[in-house]
Structures are given as structure tokens and as C-alpha cells.
């Protein structure tokens, strides 16, 4: 729903409703057994500045960065609004996100396992 309204691939009613229909679907999903957990990976501009410079240096990781990456890195303050409305709209008792610091990769990703294991947990409680 974020990219549909960053790149102005959808009206703002079909915007609006993106939100009641992921909410919808996430609560199908819930109340049929399902576990979900809904994981938002938080860094800073410079922060993804410096990733994306590491992995254009790197021959084993430069495929990974592309000209659509750094077109929609121009694009950090429209997605940081529309992030921050998505997860307004699609945070619910159901599905509610986890927003994870994720400037350090070994944090954030410590952080997700986390997540992860106490939501199994509960799952299985």
C-alpha cells in the first residue's frame, strides 16, 4: 500500500481502503489460527546511505543494489509518511507491528529472533 501511494499507482480512496482490506485479510487470518507477526526494520537515511555504499563497493554484493534503489532513496521523505500512515492504519490487537532499531544489523536482527520466538511462544501457550 506504501509504494502503490509513493510511486501514485492509486487514488487516495483506494488507498484508504488498502488499509480495511489488509486489516481485514490479517483478521481472516488470525481467526482462522494463524500466527502473524508484522516486523517493520527501522534505519536512518545515513544509515542506509552508508549500506548502500558498502554493497556498491563489494563485488559479491553489488548486484544487490540497483538505480531503483537509489531513485526511491530520493524518495526517504514521501515513503517516511506513508510508512508512518500504514502502520496507523494497520496496526491492530490482531496484527500489531514491532518496530526494530535496526542501525546495527546484529541488534536488529537479535531483535527479530526475539520477536519471533515470543510470538511462537504464545502461539503455542
Known amino acids: 500500500m506504501m509504494v502503490e501511494a509513493v510511486e501514485g ?3 487516495e480512496t483506494e488507498y484508504c481502503r ?3 482490506e489488509i486489516n481485514a485479510f490479517e483478521k481472516a487470518l488470525v ?6 507477526v508484522k ?13 548502500f555504499r558498502a ?16 531513485r526511491n532513496r530520493s524518495k526517504w521523505d514521501v515513503y ?5 500512515s500504514m502502520m496507523k492504519q ?10 526494530v532499531e535496526s542501525e546495527d544489523k546484529k541488534y536488529g536482527r ?3 529472533l526475539d520477536t519471533l520466538i515470543d510470538s511462537m511462544k504464545k502461539a503455542l501457550d
Open 80 to 84: 517516511d509518511l506513508y510508512v508512518n
Open 31 to 36: 481467526n482462522s489460527g494463524a500466527t502473524l
Open 90 to 99: 494497520t496496526n491492530t490487537p490482531w496484527a500489531p507491528w514491532t518496530v
Open 18 to 20: 488498502s488499509a480495511d
Open 110 to 112: 537479535l531483535k527479530v
Open 9 to 11: 499507482l492509486c487514488t
Open 55 to 70: 554493497r556498491e563497493e563489494d563485488p559479491m554484493k553489488s548486484w544487490k543494489i540497483t538505480e531503483e534503489d537509489w
Open 39 to 51: 516486523i517493520w526494520l527501522e534505519i536512518s537515511p545515513q544509515e542506509q546511505l552508508k549500506r
